[in-house]
Each structure stands twice: as structure tokens, then as C-alpha cells.
């Protein structure tokens, strides 16, 4: 007997994303409120934080990066959004000095994805 044909998933994300581990934290702006979040997962166009605080889609955001890897500092907006778990928030602006921290912060959790813990 023939199995029915698979449907393949799409995803509307334009980069991969990977996990990170409960180290990397940010500190964010969004409405003149000030607080610090685990970042859930990251990707060069985006990340996923846990908040308890929510935000309407469409909220700007401003976020500073608390890892070894240097400055990094980008603006984003609300995306997605699950009340109880975090914010999906899509980079806005990413400074040329703030960019090559940004690219080696993924290169080093994608790494610790890959070793065995």
C-alpha cells in the first residue's frame, strides 16, 4: 500500500534560527519600560525572548545584548507574541560596528548546539 504524499512545511522566517542556552540575556526598551529577558532563540533577522510582558505586534523595541562577544545593540518590532511565554521580535536596525558581534554570538551557540552536553 501506497502512502499518501507528503506536504512539505514552509516557514516565512528568511534565516534559521538557533537555540540559545539560558546565558544569553537581553536588555530591552519598549513603551519607557526597561526590562531584561532570556533569549529564547536568535537568528540575524530576529529572535524569540521570554517576557511575561506583553506587547501588541507592531511595538517598536529597542535591545542591548548582555554576552562576551561585545556591544550589540538593534531595534526591532513585535512580530508574534504568546502571552505567558515571550515575544517574536524582527530587527529593525543593526549597526555595521554591532553586526560582526552579532554574527559571532551565532556562531557560538550554534556551536554549543552541535557539542554534546
Known amino acids: 500500500m ?3 504524499p507528503q506536504t512539505p512545511s514552509y516557514s516565512r522566517r528568511h534565516t534559521s534560527r538557533v537555540e540559545s542556552p539560558d546565558g544569553v540575556w537581553v536588555y530591552w526598551r519598549c513603551d519607557g519600560i526597561d526590562d531584561v529577558a ?3 532563540d536568535l537568528s540575524t533577522g530576529g529572535l524569540f525572548i521570554a517576557t511575561a510582558s506583553p506587547k501588541p505586534v507592531g511595538t517598536k523595541a529597542r535591545l542591548d545584548f548582555l554576552v562576551q562577544e561585545g556591544q550589540i545593540r538593534v531595534e526591532g518590532i513585535v ?3 504568546e502571552p505567558g511565554h515571550g515575544l517574536g521580535l524582527k530587527f529593525t536596525a543593526l549597526t555595521e560596528q554591532d ?3 552579532l554574527a559571532a ?3 557560538r551557540l550554534r556551536s554549543l548546539s552541535r557539542s554534546p552536553r
Do not use: Q
Open 2 to 4: 501506497k502512502s499518501p
Open 38 to 40: 532570556r533569549v529564547r
Open 79 to 81: 512580530r508574534h507574541s
Open 99 to 101: 553586526s560582526p558581534h
Open 105 to 107: 554570538l551565532l556562531t
